[in-house]
């Protein structure tokens, strides 16, 4: 039976501590996509000094809430404050943006519960470009929890065989040169090159930068590499809006899963 006809509707709410620019836009376009879909949202803004107890108390409050289906802790917090421990006081079965312990270890398992955005948004769009992973040769550069090593398990839970470069990688090219698919995702602005790319790959641009002229680039030379791929992602207007997506698709499904509790 449909959401709407159990008077259920999906619900977001999301914390910002502080008021870091681009958190409060992307807060933003995440607000504009749920109100054009169909689904509640709201954002809660904490000043940049709160204590941890605090939001701890915040979170708590929105976990015994049988109306809020995903809370989100928007990322980065403060210094001051404690994201990885943080993170934790949301429950399971309202982390919908999959980066809680429980989330990411049922990920490991096999039995993912909520998939992160991010990784699942590429995931998506090279389903929907007809790009077969299975048994290709995939690169994943960045190992972030956020992105890098959850979009490696994904990748091999379809069936590719996948290599984790970072920062220490020696001769990232070397390993860049033989990917069937290659995600970047490492916050370094031009880091892939056009001579850094096998022909015909699917290139994924995870990576956001800020240049100095106030324009945005992602970690891979657009222009160069685009003259080789055999398609790529461009940033801003490629993972981004998929990112948004998924964490809308993962609200409503928290919401399906609440419905049996709610009518027991």
Known sequence: MALGQLDVRP?????????????RIYLRNKVRACDEVGVDSEVHHLEAGCSQAALLAMLESLNRNARVHGILLQLPLPEALDAGWILQAIAPEKDVDGLTWASLGALIAGHPVFEPCTPRGVIMLLEREGIVMDGRDAVVVGRSVIVGKP???MLMARGAT??????RTRDLAKH??????????TGRAGLITGDMVKPGAAVIDVGINRLPDGKLAGDVDFTAVSAVAGCITPVPGGVGPMTIAM???NTVLAAERSVPARKA
Do not use: E, F, Y
């Not at 996948?162 to 920062?167: F, L």
């Open 11 to 23: 619900r977001l709410v999301a914390i910002q501590v502080g008021d870091n620019p681009a958190s």
């Open 151 to 153: 979009m490696a398990l």
């Open 162 to 167: 996948v290599t984790i470069c970072h920062s």
């Open 176 to 185: 860049t040169r033989g990917a069937d698919i290659l995600v970047a995702a």
């Open 247 to 249: 964490v809308i698709a």
